[in-house]
């Protein structure tokens, strides 16, 4: 058996979303010797979709040479890498080069910020024509340029790519995967997996694990309790193993949870905040309870959102301008000290857990049936799990 796959997503502290633009490899080998010293294996990172491809042509050299650096850097300390292509969708706002922006598709929901400032268009038919070839290209580049480099763990398609645009067809998100995946196994020999989200599952987005997920080398999930509308606290601890779970029945094959956490409270009750978000102490058992829960229900592993809370320099820059929670779910204050959950982390780490084979049962749930019954599936399912684990969960 494989061990349990311990990760954090990252971003520079100083910098956050401006990494490229203001990239800083002193900063970076400084964060993951820290992120290796605290016992994870694998750093998911991100490449801005408007540095790496500025043209529909054209993959930018300076890009290539910084992704590079990147990877040099995490192999320096030991660590695997999964980088994130098309991003894309980063924390409330969808960073796009311009050339990928419809005139006919307004932002919707989620601000559009390209390297010319904010747009109030959205982006084009993503999964499908002159996009997908441009994305095609684009992963063939990178892909030959990193083929073979030890760090390479796995390619990551996208971040929450559905809050990019949804695709129009179940076949058009199933062949994007599909292509894509295909061009980068043929030039790196490393395959990919795409970064899913829990509104893929309270949502019908024309995605279903059991055939956008076949060509993946393994599912990804992302999900918040403070998010989710069927969570019975804010730090529900069962919310995330439910929805890797779900992910699980659908797709048939174990789950990475690549993304999980909570924004920080303010330290005082003075500073009360105007969003959910849980204290540092209460973050401590949350993590740990989470962990277990993937644990005991097969996860090949998890990844924690995220490495730091952000310089309070960045608090009136997108996306902290209109989302100040994502200032804080670091497990690295915005002074460089180390949250307690940094040690609560490091110390599941350091039981080096072998991923459990699930226990032989019926399925959470049938894919057809709850995407059919949407918007009342996710609660029903879920009352169906915490029911059947009330006799065993410590929580």
Same mark, same amino acid.
């Given at each position: 058996m494989a061990r349990f796959l311990l990760g954090i997503n990252y971003w520079p502290r100083t910098s956050a979303m401006s990494m490229w633009e203001r990239f800083d490899e002193r900063e970076l080998d400084a964060d993951f010797a820290l992120v290796a010293s605290l016992g994870f294996e694998c750093v998911r990172f991100f490449m801005l979709w408007q540095h790496f491809q500025p043209q529909p042509d054209r993959t930018s050299a300076t890009a290539l040479a910084q992704l590079e650096r990147v990877m040099e850097a995490l192999a320096r300390r030991g660590l695997a890498a999964m980088p994130t292509f098309f991003t894309g969708h980063m924390s409330g706002v969808n960073w796009l080069p311009s050339w990928t922006l419809d005139a006919q598709r307004g932002c919707g929901r989620f601000r559009t910020l390209t390297e010319n400032g904010f747009s109030?268009?959205?982006?084009?038919?993503?999964?499908?024509?002159?996009?997908?070839?441009?994305?095609?290209?684009?992963?063939?580049?990178?892909?030959?340029?990193?083929?073979?480099?030890?760090?390479?763990?796995?390619?990551?398609?996208?971040?929450?790519?559905?809050?990019?645009?949804?695709?129009?067809?179940?076949?058009?998100?199933?062949?994007?995967?599909?292509?894509?995946?295909?061009?980068?196994?043929?030039?790196?020999?490393?395959?990919?997996?795409?970064?899913?989200?829990?509104?893929?599952?309270?949502?019908?987005?024309?995605?279903?694990?059991?055939? #956008?997920?076949?060509?993946?080398?393994?599912?990804? #999930?992302?999900?918040?309790?403070?998010?989710? $509308?069927?969570?019975?606290?804010? $730090?529900?601890?069962?919310?995330?193993?439910?929805?890797?779970?779900?992910?699980?029945?659908?797709?048939?094959?174990?789950?990475?949870?690549?993304?999980f956490g909570s924004p920080t409270c303010p330290p005082t009750k003075v500073e009360a905040a105007s969003y959910a978000c849980l204290t540092e102490t209460e973050m401590c058992p949350y993590a740990l309870h989470v962990l277990d829960g993937l644990h005991a229900g097969g996860a090949l592993g998890a990844f924690w959102w995220c490495f730091a809370d952000y310089d309070l320099a960045l608090k009136d820059r997108p996306p902290f301008d209109c989302a100040p929670h994502e200032l804080t779910f670091g497990i690295v204050r915005s002074d460089g000290s180390l949250k307690p959950v940094a040690a609560t982390l490091s110390g599941f780490a350091g039981e080096r857990r072998q991923v459990k084979r699930p226990a032989a049962g019926a399925l959470l749930a049938v894919e057809s049936a709850y995407y059919a019954d949407l918007p009342r599936s996710p609660t029903e399912a879920y009352q169906r799990y915490t029911t059947a684990r009330e006799r065993t969960s410590p929580w």
């Amino acid at each position: 058996m494989a061990r349990f796959l311990l990760g954090i997503n990252y971003w520079p502290r100083t910098s956050a979303m401006s990494m490229w633009e203001r990239f800083d490899e002193r900063e970076l080998d400084a964060d993951f010797a820290l992120v290796a010293s605290l016992g994870f294996e694998c750093v998911r990172f991100f490449m801005l979709w408007q540095h790496f491809q500025p043209q529909p042509d054209r993959t930018s050299a300076t890009a290539l040479a910084q992704l590079e650096r990147v990877m040099e850097a995490l192999a320096r300390r030991g660590l695997a890498a999964m980088p994130t292509f098309f991003t894309g969708h980063m924390s409330g706002v969808n960073w796009l080069p311009s050339w990928t922006l419809d005139a006919q598709r307004g932002c919707g929901r989620f601000r559009t910020l390209t390297e010319n400032g904010f747009s109030d268009l959205g982006i084009g038919d993503f999964y499908t024509g002159t996009l997908l070839q441009a994305q095609r290209d684009h992963v063939r580049t990178v892909g030959a340029r990193l083929r073979g480099h030890p760090s390479l763990y796995a390619w990551d398609l996208g971040n929450e790519f559905s809050n990019l645009r949804a695709p129009a067809s179940v076949q058009e998100s199933d062949r994007w995967s599909s292509v894509l995946t295909a061009d980068l196994i043929e030039t790196s020999g490393t395959g990919a997996t795409a970064g899913t989200h829990g509104e893929d599952l309270s949502q019908d987005r024309n995605i279903r694990p059991s055939s #956008m997920c076949a060509p993946l080398c393994f599912p990804t #999930m992302h999900g918040y309790s403070v998010y989710s $509308d069927f969570a019975r606290t804010k $730090d529900d601890p069962q919310v995330v193993p439910f929805l890797c779970e779900l992910t699980r029945s659908f797709s048939g094959r174990p789950v990475l949870f690549s993304e999980f956490g909570s924004p920080t409270c303010p330290p005082t009750k003075v500073e009360a905040a105007s969003y959910a978000c849980l204290t540092e102490t209460e973050m401590c058992p949350y993590a740990l309870h989470v962990l277990d829960g993937l644990h005991a229900g097969g996860a090949l592993g998890a990844f924690w959102w995220c490495f730091a809370d952000y310089d309070l320099a960045l608090k009136d820059r997108p996306p902290f301008d209109c989302a100040p929670h994502e200032l804080t779910f670091g497990i690295v204050r915005s002074d460089g000290s180390l949250k307690p959950v940094a040690a609560t982390l490091s110390g599941f780490a350091g039981e080096r857990r072998q991923v459990k084979r699930p226990a032989a049962g019926a399925l959470l749930a049938v894919e057809s049936a709850y995407y059919a019954d949407l918007p009342r599936s996710p609660t029903e399912a879920y009352q169906r799990y915490t029911t059947a684990r009330e006799r065993t969960s410590p929580w």
